[in-house]
């Protein structure tokens, strides 16, 4: 197989796993060994570890597997790096059996949901090789993880990714050990996922979709729907499959600041998955590899150490499934049409020349790519107060007011209150202050959470001053505001492709941006 022709997702995984093997502490004789946060076992900058990166274990047990792992190596020293990653489970989780991500003890669960699905999918991929007592004490080091996630829930947020992750590594561990408590606990999550899919298709992230976190949700999905065939999720899969493929650019990129969380990230594992069986799926499949090839999508190469796992998982999945049907036409190259998803609050306009998007939910965002033309992002509104506040008319509202006459779309937004601003050093203190003190109630902690998500994500108070956007649709798209500013307020010149909210996982490059 030529790697670099063709499977960019192997080549991309090839070149990231130097990149992951140094994440994780080797050294038997120090406390972190197995631990795979440099930020806390090399670097000594946080004093807690952050789970998440335990589970890059995953993938590299894919490659070993599969047999396309890229250099000569030992298969008992293979063995003992696993040893150490999932044995280091002891080290980075609470009393409570919950991994964390922000601070210590946080009781993250979708982390620990994370760690639980990727070290179960390595004991898997593994258990041949490894022997009886080996999977073993591999499955000892998982069971408390489970265990919290039979125990508690996810309460700051509805985050259909999140809980997509806890059914798929739940029913994996059923298939490991024959569990019927864990089993029925997927099931039930996964009846909670389906019943609050919308019927346009697509999986709520937060308070909207977000086209980059539901192919995200679709990896693990997939997984749950090939082992639980009786659940329904292929049906619930192909819709939301449907719902995805308007937002695959004709320049390759895929979803963007339109989203509920900004994403633009695509995670191909689950599109593998479906293709046999989906051929929208494997359309996405293949016009998406060519994208990574071209880095005209969020690659691995850009994402950032935390986010690295999981998508480093999903392309080494994704590197050993080929995908062999071809496909249908995906919107952005099929005949001119306009689908609009009242729901999601999303209109995509495709005509022979352009692929556009606007959110009338985030005041009339546009993403327009036109053929032979640099792309078009325009967040909306931005205006400053005399106190360098900011508020945009970006926040997700369901309730905005638009119309939509021929090729004119009217939206008319409320300016609220951004939540731009960079921690302190006293705000850090205090949080870990919290840490050791009233957040050891889990309620107090999902309270906090919630008042968190409230502030940084869901918008702020709303503003008095009035916008109207209009958006005549078109190859040659025009976008025009009408602003009416209280005194003291400046509306901030051109601002382009920004972003409102807090959102860790938006603004990783791609060759878009260069504007070549």
Same mark, same amino acid.
């Given at each position: 197989?030529?790697?670099?022709?063709?499977?960019?997702?192997?080549?991309?995984?090839?070149?990231?796993?130097?990149?992951?093997?140094?994440?994780?502490?080797?050294?038997?004789?120090?406390?972190?060994?197995?631990?795979?946060?440099?930020?806390?076992?090399?670097?000594?900058?946080?004093?807690?570890?952050?789970?998440?990166?335990?589970?890059?274990?995953?993938?590299?047990?894919?490659?070993?597997?599969?047999?396309?792992?890229?250099?000569?190596?030992?298969?008992?020293?293979?063995?003992?790096?696993?040893?150490?990653?999932?044995?280091?489970?002891?080290?980075?989780?609470?009393?409570?059996?919950?991994?964390?991500?922000?601070?210590?003890?946080?009781?993250?669960?979708?982390?620990?949901?994370?760690?639980?699905?990727?070290?179960?999918?390595?004991?898997?991929?593994?258990?041949?090789?490894?022997?009886?007592?080996?999977?073993?004490?591999?499955?000892?080091?998982?069971?408390?993880?489970?265990?919290?996630?039979?125990?508690?829930?996810?309460?700051?947020?509805?985050?259909?990714?999140?809980?997509?992750?806890?059914?798929?590594?739940?029913?994996?561990?059923?298939?490991?050990?024959?569990?019927?408590?864990?089993?029925?606990?997927?099931?039930?999550?996964?009846?909670?996922?389906?019943?609050?899919?919308?019927?346009?298709?697509?999986?709520?992230?937060?308070?909207?979709?977000?086209?980059?976190?539901?192919?995200?949700?679709?990896?693990?999905?997939?997984?749950?729907?090939?082992?639980?065939?009786?659940?329904?999720?292929?049906?619930?899969?192909?819709?939301?499959?449907?719902?995805?493929?308007?937002?695959?650019?004709?320049?390759?990129?895929?979803?963007?600041?339109?989203?509920?969380?900004?994403?633009?990230?695509?995670?191909?594992?689950?599109?593998?998955?479906?293709?046999?069986?989906?051929?929208?799926?494997?359309?996405?499949?293949?016009?998406?590899?060519?994208?990574?090839?071209?880095?005209?999508?969020?690659?691995?190469?850009?994402?950032?150490?935390?986010?690295?796992?999981?998508?480093?998982?999903?392309?080494?999945?994704?590197?050993?499934?080929?995908?062999?049907?071809?496909?249908?036409?995906?919107?952005?190259?099929?005949?001119?049409?306009?689908?609009?998803?009242?729901?999601?609050?999303?209109?995509?306009?495709?005509?022979?020349?352009?692929?556009?998007?606007?959110?009338?939910?985030?005041?009339?965002?546009?993403?327009?790519?036109?053929?032979? @033309?640099?792309?078009? +992002?325009?967040?909306?509104?931005?205006? $400053?107060? !005399? /106190?360098? &506040?900011?508020? *945009?008319?970006?926040?997700?509202?369901?309730?905005?007011?638009?119309?939509?006459?021929?090729?004119?779309?009217?939206?008319?937004?409320?300016?609220?209150?951004?939540?731009?601003?960079?921690?302190?050093?006293?705000?850090? @203190?205090?949080?870990? +202050?919290?840490?050791?003190?009233?957040? $050891?109630? !889990? /309620?107090? &902690?999902?309270? *906090?959470?919630?008042?968190?998500?409230?502030?940084?994500?869901?918008?702020?108070?709303?503003?008095?001053?009035?916008?109207?956007?209009?958006?005549?649709?078109?190859?040659?798209?025009?976008?025009?505001?009408?602003?009416?500013?209280?005194?003291?307020?400046?509306?901030?010149?051109?601002?382009?492709?920004?972003?409102?909210?807090?959102?860790?996982?938006?603004?990783?490059?791609?060759?878009?941006?260069?504007?070549?």
């Amino acid at each position: 197989m030529n790697v670099e022709r063709d499977n960019p997702y192997l080549s991309e995984a090839v070149q990231a796993l130097p990149r992951v093997l140094a994440g994780f502490d080797l050294d038997p004789t120090g406390p972190s060994h197995g631990m795979g946060d440099r930020l806390h076992w090399a670097w000594g900058l946080t004093d807690f570890p952050n789970g998440t990166f335990q589970g890059a274990v995953h993938g590299m047990a894919r490659l070993w597997a599969h047999r396309v792992w890229p250099w000569p190596a030992n298969e008992e020293i293979f063995l003992s790096r696993v040893d150490a990653i999932i044995g280091a489970l002891d080290r980075c989780r609470a009393r409570d059996g919950s991994l964390a991500e922000a601070f210590p003890g946080e009781g993250s669960w979708c982390v620990t949901a994370l760690g639980a699905y990727d070290c179960l999918s390595a004991v898997e991929l593994l258990s041949q090789c490894a022997g009886e007592g080996r999977r073993s004490d591999w499955l000892d080091q998982v069971e408390p993880l489970i265990a919290h996630l039979m125990r508690h829930d996810e309460r700051h947020a509805f985050i259909s990714n999140h809980l997509a992750t806890g059914a798929a590594a739940l029913t994996l561990w059923s298939d490991l050990t024959g569990s019927d408590s864990a089993d029925e606990r997927a099931e039930e999550i996964v009846g909670r996922i389906l019943s609050s899919q919308h019927s346009e298709g697509w999986f709520r992230e937060y308070q909207g979709a977000d086209p980059g976190y539901q192919s995200l949700a679709t990896y693990y999905l997939a997984d749950v729907a090939r082992r639980r065939p009786h659940l329904h999720l292929a049906e619930a899969l192909e819709r939301s499959t449907e719902f995805l493929a308007h937002f695959v650019h004709r320049d390759g990129s895929f979803g963007g600041v339109y989203g509920s969380r900004n994403t633009r990230f695509f995670v191909p594992a689950g599109f593998h998955l479906l293709a046999p069986t989906s051929k929208r799926a494997a359309a996405m499949a293949r016009r998406m590899a060519r994208s990574v090839e071209e880095r005209t999508v969020v690659t691995l190469a850009t994402i950032d150490p935390q986010n690295l796992p999981p998508m480093f998982n999903a392309y080494c999945w994704a590197a050993v499934t080929p995908v062999d049907a071809v496909g249908d036409v995906l919107p952005c190259d099929g005949p001119p049409s306009r689908s609009h998803f009242p729901g999601a609050g999303l209109l995509v306009d495709v005509g022979s020349q352009h692929h556009t998007v606007v959110s009338t939910h985030k005041g009339g965002v546009v993403h327009h790519v036109r053929e032979g @033309a640099l792309p078009i +992002v325009d967040g909306g509104v931005a205006v $400053r107060n !005399r /106190r360098g &506040r900011l508020a *945009t008319t970006q926040t997700h509202v369901q309730d905005s007011h638009s119309t939509l006459e021929g090729d004119l779309l009217t939206v008319t937004p409320r300016l609220r209150a951004a939540p731009k601003r960079l921690p302190s050093a006293a705000q850090f @203190a205090f949080l870990r +202050v919290l840490a050791l003190t009233l957040f $050891r109630s !889990r /309620r107090l &902690r999902e309270w *906090t959470k919630r008042r968190m998500v409230r502030m940084l994500v869901t918008g702020g108070r709303p503003w008095r001053d009035s916008v109207v956007r209009t958006v005549h649709l078109g190859e040659h798209l025009q976008v025009a505001d009408d602003v009416q500013l209280s005194g003291g307020h400046s509306r901030l010149s051109t601002p382009g492709a920004f972003t409102s909210i807090h959102m860790a996982s938006q603004g990783y490059w791609q060759v878009q941006d260069e504007g070549g």
